[in-house]
């Protein structure tokens, strides 16, 4: 059972700010927020990770308030090649744990 | 970021033969890896956890005499489907988890690209 709830689709155009957020009341202590891309027939492929705070880097940017129990992804000025799945996940820092998929955002892009 | 190989990245195959693939990581080695099963518009649905040296765990209503896994390495592990079905058809994707990187403690999880397997 997927531990993340965030809203099935977005609808952007090119040169917008998006912003997905993503709930996760039931954070653990020891969990990480992590979010992964996805095209189609293609593998996940990994954005951002963060516990707490702000994390940025060349991709996005993750916001996460101080009670941890909602994150935002932020993709700056989106392009067309950004219309993908975007997936929030939980990832416990144990080793051998599995990342746990939920439905994940289609973001669609328009010029 | 690290990479891991995944290869065929599409077989069809008739119904009953066995099909194998295979999942590397390039520039690391994990102890663990990961395949999960997707099916058109669906999310990822986690089907075993592959150790190195060990028998794989399987997720509950995964087959382990049809989904055969073996991880003889720190860097490959194989998924082996067996007499397969059209019901098998589906995109097949390997992760592996890099745990040089990042923050301490912190492991980012790398997927490779996935295999479209076609069962005729």
């Known amino acids: 059972l997927a531990k993340t709830t965030q809203p099935i689709s977005m609808d952007s155009y090119e040169g917008q700010e998006v912003n997905i957020t993503c709930s996760h009341n039931?954070?653990?202590?020891?969990?990480?927020i992590t979010w992964y891309q996805q095209f189609p027939s293609q593998g996940p492929r990994f954005i951002i990770q963060?516990?707490?705070t702000k994390v940025t880097n060349e991709v996005a940017s993750l916001f996460i308030p101080a009670d941890r129990k909602s994150s935002t992804l932020s993709l700056p000025r989106v392009s067309l090649s950004d219309t993908a799945v975007y997936y929030c996940?939980?990832?416990?820092?144990?080793?051998?744990?599995?990342?746990?998929f939920g439905k994940g955002t289609t973001l669609s892009v328009s010029s | 970021g690290a990479v891991v190989s995944q290869h065929p990245s599409r077989v069809i195959c008739k119904s009953g033969t066995s099909v194998k693939i295979e999942c590397r990581s390039l520039?690391?080695?994990?102890?663990?890896m990961f395949w999960y099963r997707q099916f058109p518009k669906q999310s990822l649905m986690l089907m075993a956890t592959?150790?190195?040296?060990?028998?794989?765990?399987?997720e509950q209503g995964v087959e382990k005499d049809k989904f055969l896994i073996n991880h003889a390495s720190l860097t490959l592990s194989t998924l082996t489907v067996t007499s397969a079905h059209p019901e098998d058809s589906s995109f097949y994707i390997c992760?592996?988890?890099?745990?040089?990187?990042?923050?301490?403690?912190?492991?980012?999880?790398?997927f490779g690209a996935g295999t479209r397997l076609s069962v005729l």
């Open positions: 992760s592996a988890r890099d745990g040089r990187g990042g923050a301490p403690g912190v492991n980012i999880q790398y």
């Open positions: 039931n954070i653990a202590t020891n969990d990480y």
């Open positions: 963060g516990y707490k």
């Open positions: 996940l939980l990832w416990a820092n144990q080793a051998g744990t599995a990342l746990i």
């Open positions: 520039d690391f080695q994990a102890t663990t």
């Open positions: 592959s150790n190195e040296g060990s028998k794989a765990t399987y």
